[in-house]
């Protein structure tokens, strides 16, 4: 895939000593609409597991009409900040060889995106998407190009009254913003919208940049 994809209970602080450098690019583009349904007949028969099974495909399109397809497989990489997470990586294709993103599946339902390939935070940091526990998440960062300077990101929960419209069926979702805090730069905005009965980002949009939408699954 070319482009990245991202009720106060709790308050999750999380200083990370970890050096990565993070950067933030796109041009302004508008965003094409997904395709969501607002109605409340909601057919659930063919959600899956929470947790997408290895061997799942799915295929997304982004607001350039460039067509990204995905497969789920196993990885070694460890979500070691979440006890009982299970990891997933998948492979990303569109133009040139795969990329892997990789996502945390907690424990509470939650997701948590690791932060390179995320496209914020720190590479090997796995940042929560409070989803399922509707909190509000708070974590600080340091990246190389400040200095050693402690930067944020809050994710932040957003009930969603919508349902997402895919493979003839429709599914509740909750979404999920994150803003990032850049010091020197202006904060930067990332939108998420998940199926927790399929475990499935249905879409995502950055700020000023790309956005991305869900239009195929195929469970294993």
């Not at 999380?14 to 950067?23: E, G, P, R, Y």
């Not at 659930?44 to 789920?72: E, L, R």
Request: net charge negative; charged share 10%.
């Amino acid at each position: 895939m070319n482009y990245p994809r991202i009720v106060v209970f709790l308050f999750i602080t999380s200083v990370l000593t970890s050096a990565a450098f993070v950067s933030f690019t796109g041009c302004s583009k508008n965003a094409t609409s997904p395709p969501t349904d607002t109605t409340k007949k909601t057919d659930t028969t063919k959600t899956t597991d929470t947790i997408p099974t290895i061997g799942s495909s799915f295929v997304t399109i982004d607001n350039n009409s460039d067509t990204t397809f995905d497969t789920i497989v196993a990885t070694s990489v460890v979500d070691t900040a979440h006890h009982g997470s299970t990891v997933r990586q998948i492979n990303e294709t569109s133009i040139g060889p795969p990329t892997g993103v990789y996502e945390s599946f907690l424990a509470n339902g939650d997701l948590a995106l690791e932060g390179s390939t995320a496209g914020w935070g720190n590479s090997g940091v796995f940042y929560v998407l409070p989803f399922v526990s509707h909190t509000t998440v708070i974590d600080t960062f340091q990246y190389s190009a400040g200095g050693g300077i402690h930067d944020s990101l809050v994710a932040v929960y957003h009930p969603n009254s919508s349902q997402y419209s895919l493979n003839g069926h429709k599914y509740p979702t909750d979404s999920v913003t994150v803003t990032t805090f850049l010091q020197g730069a202006n904060s930067i905005q990332y939108y998420y919208t998940f199926v927790p009965s399929l475990g499935l980002i249905a879409f995502d949009s950055t700020q000023g940049s790309t956005s991305e939408w869900l239009i195929s699954y195929s469970p294993k």
